[in-house]
């Protein structure tokens, strides 16, 4: 009977308020198929070394440019609240981890303050590495927690950002020791968001840790 009145709810929901498309408006899912082949995905998808301490590398599907399709799509992911969005933009992270030939031992998404999770409802990056780690097979590893938060990064100039993440995450799951981290993150602006997770990581005897995103703009 539940899941009965599910499908019935669902039905009247598709019925009133249709599904539309987050790139074109036209009705019929929230990413048609002409959107989709409009995303801007990047040439390669090498894994990029990065200068920093702890960060070992990063892969990105995109660039990220305010207007362009993928800034559209997490946009709507994240401040409008159109989860179904997670698994379409998960295709382009599962597409992104099998060319780059990455081999992980853990998937872990870089998580929001509680505050944070309050507010919005559910952690966009969650939903995305659930999804890669169901479609590649590596298991998800949730030891690690943002344990305060100030301001978000899209609040800051670039040189604000290291400073805000200073101590922001701590590992309260050790069961990390030895072992091979990818990082899921949206967007990856300065990854002093990635380098803050990686540090503590590293701290908690991850031998390396890498990330990947949807988009960058470093």
């Known amino acids: 009977m539940k899941k009965l009145l599910q499908a019935v709810w669902g039905l009247f929901l598709e019925t ?3 599904a539309v498309c987050c ?3 036209r009705e019929g899912g929230f990413l048609c198929k002409g959107c989709e082949r409009a995303v801007d995905l990047r040439g390669d998808f090498e894994v990029e070394n990065v200068d920093f301490e702890a960060l070992d590398g990063v892969v990105a599907c995109a660039e990220y440019v305010d207007g362009r399709m993928m800034a559209r799509l997490i946009h709507a992911l994240k401040y409008d609240f159109v989860v179904d969005l997670a698994e379409p933009l998960g295709e382009f992270l599962v597409q992104a981890f099998e060319r780059a030939e990455l081999e992980m031992d853990v998937i872990c998404a870089v998580p929001l303050h509680k505050k944070r ?3 919005r409802g559910f952690n966009q990056t969650e939903l995305l590495a659930r999804f ?3 479609k590649v097979g590596v298991p998800m590893w949730d030891g690690l927690q943002r344990i305060h938060f ?8 670039k040189e604000e950002r290291r400073a805000n993440v ?5 590992v309260f799951d050790e069961n990390v020791c030895g072992k091979t981290v990818l990082l899921v993150d949206d967007v990856a602006t300065t990854l002093a968001t990635l380098e803050a997770c990686a540090s503590v990581l590293k701290e908690a005897g991850a031998q390396r840790v ?3 995103v949807l988009a960058r703009v470093y």
């Not at 100030?150 to 100039?157: A, D, I, N, S, Y």
């Open 16 to 18: 009133v308020f249709p």
């Open 117 to 119: 999770l309050r507010w």
């Open 23 to 25: 790139g074109c408006r």
């Open 150 to 157: 100030k301001k978000t990064q899209k609040e800051l100039r």
């Open 210 to 212: 890498y990330g990947i």
């Open 166 to 170: 200073v101590g922001a995450f701590e």
């Open 132 to 134: 890669l780690s169901n």
